[in-house]
């Protein structure tokens, strides 16, 4: 073995990783996004993506939702911390696989390509609910609501098809059913 | 219609509603609408510091010694940003701070005017929480907050950042409210369930040991009787983390002295091989576990602590109770004197071997040092002062080396809320101006500084303030002119490359301490060592002692890097008689 120098102990094996959606729900106040990034940063976390939007105006309350990737201790850490912070009411977290939440993702795309490519590139958007919001004879600008990873997987595809700009929402979540999370 | 009153005005209406009597600072342009305000509330006393951390760390000191929050005043930029050691400090070993930061004119921020600097975006990642004020309307409300903040669930320092325009301007002053929203709801939350599962571990337990921190001593001085109370009805074992230390007696046979990488031999085997582990307050912090996937390998791991993200965080434990260490332990009395009157009797008999294992362990005298007819060795002094103070309640505060370790080795406290050290963070300079802090709290008692000639000249300036507030506090140098914890680390694992650790040009002490209006005092033999430490203790002026100890002294026992609890360095002693110096040295 080789001999440490250092006065802190060498890493241990990493656990398992997994994909988590965290929804933090918090007062719509000055600064309270970077306490809440700042958290990620400060400890080491990943955010793979981040959406924040006010969703009560009468209550003041921000819904944040961030993509996360993280051992299981590492998730329960970040639940627990963002718990402790202030301005934060509640937290949800969802595994990426979970069947009874949606995760959805919305991104604008833009082609620049001759009309034949452009409709290839609407063909290809088909099964994500495209919306095209702007249209010239030598571009496209294509709004779909899809998965993280299918998004990714479009995004790929439309490159050779005229892709010259993405713009991407990051993902957002919500509960199957009648239930809401508490 | 009621009365309005200006921002400064609020500042001081708060603090008196909050029963504030003492607050460090320094003024500057920025706070001086609150500076002006200070001679309409001669309840609030402000002890002027020489630097601002200087005013972190004596708040520290006066929190930590009283149990009560301590208030620091700065003012914008330069002063805001002093004092980020000192709330960084406080945040790790959670301590209470309340600081209020002056801030330019709300026109003016973002525009980099003098002595700007954006403080909340600063000292977000080291405190609770803080606030900009940008509505004088606010600011009763907040200050309020601030309190309650730093106070409540795992204390912590906050920040309240004041607008110089916000001192001026003038509104209504709210009282502060008794029903509080959201947070301030109880932190307790197990139930009796959770006690009973521990009552049966306990009950089958037959290596048990209890680990307690500074949880029991944030939890006030009942949590330490209580405590007591519970060690001494299971006669299990106990160790103590460095900010534990106090909450349960020192010269108590049931305690195994201090844990962790320069912990007790007897304390760190407890640990290694124990069945059941009993975390009161504690947070397995790197220096106690040592290597994480061989930390107390057999044991089931119980973990008591009022945060809940301290559970899980580096050690996983099988059952976890969150809540206040007081009602928690008061729980587990109570339901051991209800339902299990007689398993003080059966576990008793059952740890019989434990104990015996454990005076085994004890046998090694892993404390033990070669002692010396004419250099004063370091651990001796520590010996000296503390068999010198223990017939009176003395308060001791330490820099951070080497220093720190022996006095947490060799000075046994019997009482909670008299050791105040800087722990998680490791602050060189946190003894002196902690020690001012002690002393404004407590001016009748002893109040010492272990320190390191090292530690002591980065918050030197300090002396000053001592001087000026008649504060006798007594500053003992354990003066080897080494970075004395660099140097030892430097030579067991640098191959003795000791680089830059040597304290070149050191002043002379004694004649500082005249310079500065205070007495010093200087030690160089073992003869005089108790006489000059008699004469210290009756100086009734703050006091430098410069006392010369051996230069290669190295704290032992030591866990190396890496290492688990049961693979401990022991003392020069031990080595010499095993003849294992070779080996041993492999083992760092």
Same mark, same amino acid.
């Given at each position: 073995?080789?001999?440490?120098?250092?006065?802190?102990?060498?890493?241990?094996?990493?656990?398992?990783?997994?994909?988590?959606?965290?929804?933090?729900?918090?007062?719509?106040?000055?600064? /309270?996004?970077?306490?809440?990034?700042?958290?990620?940063?400060?400890?080491?976390?990943?955010?793979?993506?981040?959406?924040?939007?006010?969703?009560?105006?009468?209550?003041?309350?921000?819904?944040?939702?961030?993509?996360?990737?993280?051992?299981?201790? /590492?998730?329960?850490?970040?639940?627990?911390?963002?718990?402790?912070?202030?301005? /934060?009411?509640?937290?949800?977290?969802?595994?990426?696989?979970?069947?009874?939440?949606?995760?959805?993702?919305?991104?604008?795309?833009?082609?620049?390509?001759?009309?034949?490519?452009?409709?290839?590139?609407?063909?290809?958007?088909?099964?994500?609910?495209?919306?095209?919001?702007?249209?010239?004879?030598?571009?496209?600008?294509?709004?779909?609501?899809?998965?993280?990873?299918?998004?990714?997987?479009?995004?790929?595809?439309?490159?050779?098809?005229?892709?010259?700009?993405?713009?991407?929402?990051?993902?957002?979540?919500?509960?199957?059913?009648?239930?809401?999370?508490? | 219609?009621?009365?309005?009153?200006?921002?400064?005005?609020?500042?001081?209406?708060?603090?008196?509603?909050?029963?504030?009597?003492?607050?460090?600072?320094?003024?500057?342009?920025?706070?001086?609408?609150?500076?002006?305000?200070?001679?309409?509330?001669?309840?609030?006393?402000?002890?002027?510091?020489?630097?601002?951390?200087?005013?972190?760390?004596?708040?520290?000191?006066?929190?930590?010694?009283?149990?009560?929050?301590?208030?620091?005043?700065?003012?914008?930029?330069?002063?805001?940003?002093?004092?980020?050691?000192?709330?960084?400090?406080?945040?790790?070993?959670?301590?209470?701070?309340?600081?209020?930061?002056?801030?330019?004119?709300?026109?003016?921020?973002?525009?980099?005017?003098?002595?700007?600097?954006?403080?909340?975006?600063?000292?977000?990642?080291?405190?609770?929480?803080?606030?900009?004020?940008?509505?004088?309307?606010?600011?009763?409300?907040?200050?309020?907050?601030?309190?309650?903040?730093?106070?409540?669930?795992?204390?912590?320092?906050?920040?309240?950042?004041?607008?110089?325009?916000?001192?001026?301007?003038?509104?209504?002053?709210?009282?502060?409210?008794?029903?509080?929203?959201?947070?301030?709801?109880?932190?307790?939350?197990?139930?009796?369930?959770? %006690?009973?599962?521990?009552?049966?571990?306990?009950?089958?337990?037959? !290596?048990?040991?209890?680990?307690?921190?500074?949880?029991?001593?944030?939890?006030?001085?009942?949590?330490?009787?209580?405590?007591?109370?519970?060690?001494?009805?299971?006669?299990?074992?106990?160790?103590?983390?460095?900010?534990?230390?106090?909450?349960?007696?020192?010269?108590?046979?049931?305690?195994?002295?201090?844990?962790?990488?320069?912990?007790?031999?007897?304390?760190?085997?407890?640990?290694?091989?124990?069945?059941?582990?009993?975390?009161?307050?504690?947070?397995?912090?790197?220096?106690?576990?040592?290597?994480?996937?061989?930390?107390?390998? !057999?044991?089931?791991?119980?973990?008591?602590?009022?945060?809940?993200?301290?559970?899980?965080?580096?050690?996983?434990?099988?059952?976890?109770?969150?809540?206040?260490?007081?009602?928690?332990?008061?729980?587990?009395?109570?339901?051991?004197?209800?339902?299990?009157?007689?398993?003080?009797?059966?576990?008793?008999?059952?740890?019989?071997?434990?104990?015996?294992?454990?005076?085994?362990?004890?046998?090694?005298?892993?404390?033990?040092?070669?002692?010396?007819?004419?250099?004063?060795?370091?651990?001796?002094?520590?010996?000296?002062?503390?068999?010198?103070?223990?017939?009176?309640?003395?308060? %001791?505060?330490?820099?951070?080396?080497?220093?720190?370790?022996?006095?947490?080795?060799?000075?046994?406290?019997?009482?909670?809320?008299?050791?105040?050290?800087?722990?998680?963070?490791?602050?060189?300079?946190?003894?002196?101006?902690?020690?001012?802090?002690?002393?404004?709290?407590?001016?009748?008692?002893?109040?010492?500084?272990?320190?390191?000639?090292?530690?002591?000249?980065?918050?030197?300036?300090?002396?000053?303030?001592?001087?000026?507030?008649?504060?006798?506090?007594?500053?003992?140098?354990?003066?080897?002119?080494?970075?004395?914890?660099?140097?030892?680390?430097?030579?067991?694992?640098?191959?003795?490359?000791?680089?830059?650790?040597?304290?070149?040009?050191?002043?002379?002490?004694?004649?500082?301490?005249?310079?500065?209006?205070?007495?010093?005092?200087?030690?160089?033999?073992?003869?005089?060592?108790?006489?000059?430490?008699?004469?210290?203790?009756?100086?009734?002026?703050?006091? %430098?002692?410069?006392?010369?100890?051996?230069?290669?002294?190295?704290?032992?026992?030591? %866990?190396?890097?890496?290492?688990?609890?049961?693979?401990?360095?022991?003392?020069?002693?031990?080595?010499?008689?095993?003849?294992?110096?070779? !080996?041993?040295?492999?083992?760092?």
């Amino acid at each position: 073995m080789v001999k440490s120098k250092s006065a802190y102990s060498s890493p241990t094996k990493l656990g398992k990783l997994d994909t988590h959606i965290i929804v933090v729900w918090v007062d719509n106040e000055a600064s /309270v996004l970077s306490r809440v990034v700042g958290l990620f940063s400060g400890r080491g976390y990943n955010i793979e993506s981040l959406a924040v939007a006010e969703v009560d105006h009468k209550k003041n309350l921000s819904r944040i939702t961030v993509v996360t990737i993280g051992t299981p201790q /590492v998730i329960e850490q970040i639940m627990l911390q963002l718990k402790k912070l202030v301005p /934060v009411h509640k937290v949800g977290n969802f595994k990426r696989e979970d069947k009874n939440v949606i995760f959805k993702e919305m991104a604008l795309l833009k082609i620049v390509a001759n009309s034949n490519k452009i409709k290839k590139a609407l063909n290809t958007c088909k099964k994500y609910n495209p919306v095209i919001l702007d249209q010239t004879n030598k571009s496209i600008v294509i709004q779909i609501t899809a998965l993280r990873r299918e998004i990714d997987n479009m995004i790929k595809n439309l490159k050779l098809l005229g892709l010259v700009s993405a713009s991407r929402t990051g993902a957002v979540a919500m509960t199957r059913g009648a239930e809401i999370f508490n | 219609m009621a009365k309005l009153y200006s921002g400064a005005e609020i500042v001081f209406k708060c603090l008196e509603d909050q029963k504030v009597e003492h607050i460090f600072g320094y003024p500057g342009g920025a706070v001086l609408p609150i500076y002006d305000e200070l001679k309409n509330h001669p309840s609030v006393k402000h002890i002027l510091v020489r630097h601002e951390q200087g005013a972190g760390h004596a708040a520290e000191g006066y929190a930590r010694s009283t149990g009560k929050p301590g208030v620091v005043l700065v003012t914008s930029g330069p002063g805001a940003t002093n004092v980020v050691t000192a709330l960084t400090d406080a945040y790790m070993d959670s301590v209470p701070l309340v600081c209020i930061s002056g801030q330019v004119p709300t026109h003016l921020i973002g525009t980099d005017a003098f002595q700007e600097c954006d403080t909340t975006g600063i000292t977000r990642p080291c405190t609770k929480h803080n606030w900009l004020v940008k509505d004088i309307n606010d600011l009763p409300r907040i200050i309020h907050e601030a309190f309650e903040v730093a106070t409540t669930g795992r204390p912590g320092p906050v920040l309240v950042d004041i607008p110089k325009d916000i001192q001026f301007a003038k509104a209504k002053y709210f009282k502060l409210k008794k029903e509080k929203k959201l947070k301030a709801k109880s932190p307790n939350k197990f139930n009796q369930k959770d %006690i009973d599962q521990l009552v049966d571990l306990m009950k089958k337990a037959s !290596k048990p040991v209890f680990y307690t921190g500074g949880g029991v001593i944030n939890s006030g001085p009942k949590a330490s009787e209580l405590l007591r109370e519970l060690v001494f009805l299971t006669g299990f074992p106990i160790t103590s983390t460095l900010q534990g230390l106090g909450a349960y007696p020192g010269d108590d046979n049931q305690f195994l002295g201090m844990l962790g990488m320069h912990g007790t031999y007897e304390a760190n085997n407890a640990m290694h091989d124990c069945d059941l582990l009993i975390n009161i307050g504690a947070r397995f912090d790197d220096r106690i576990t040592g290597k994480i996937d061989e930390f107390s390998p !057999k044991s089931k791991k119980v973990h008591i602590d009022i945060d809940p993200s301290s559970i899980n965080k580096i050690v996983k434990v099988d059952l976890s109770i969150v809540g206040d260490v007081s009602d928690v332990i008061k729980s587990i009395t109570k339901n051991i004197k209800k339902k299990n009157l007689n398993l003080v009797k059966s576990n008793k008999q059952k740890i019989s071997k434990w104990w015996q294992q454990i005076q085994k362990w004890r046998k090694k005298q892993s404390l033990n040092f070669i002692n010396s007819d004419t250099v004063i060795k370091p651990q001796h002094a520590v010996q000296r002062l503390y068999e010198l103070t223990k017939n009176q309640d003395t308060f %001791i505060t330490t820099e951070v080396g080497q220093h720190q370790m022996w006095a947490a080795q060799h000075y046994k406290f019997n009482k909670p809320n008299r050791w105040m050290t800087s722990g998680g963070l490791g602050t060189m300079g946190y003894g002196l101006p902690a020690a001012v802090g002690v002393q404004v709290a407590h001016p009748k008692k002893l109040v010492i500084d272990i320190a390191g000639e090292a530690s002591i000249l980065m918050t030197m300036q300090e002396i000053s303030t001592a001087v000026q507030y008649n504060l006798p506090i007594k500053i003992f140098i354990l003066n080897n002119q080494y970075m004395g914890m660099v140097r030892q680390w430097q030579e067991l694992l640098h191959e003795k490359n000791y680089s830059e650790s040597y304290s070149e040009a050191l002043p002379d002490f004694v004649k500082l301490a005249e310079a500065y209006g205070c007495v010093g005092i200087r030690a160089k033999n073992t003869d005089e060592l108790d006489e000059k430490i008699e004469e210290m203790i009756n100086t009734d002026k703050p006091v %430098i002692f410069d006392c010369h100890v051996d230069q290669a002294e190295n704290c032992y026992p030591m %866990i190396p890097s890496g290492k688990p609890h049961n693979q401990m360095l022991l003392g020069p002693k031990d080595q010499e008689e095993k003849k294992i110096t070779r !080996k041993g040295k492999a083992l760092v």
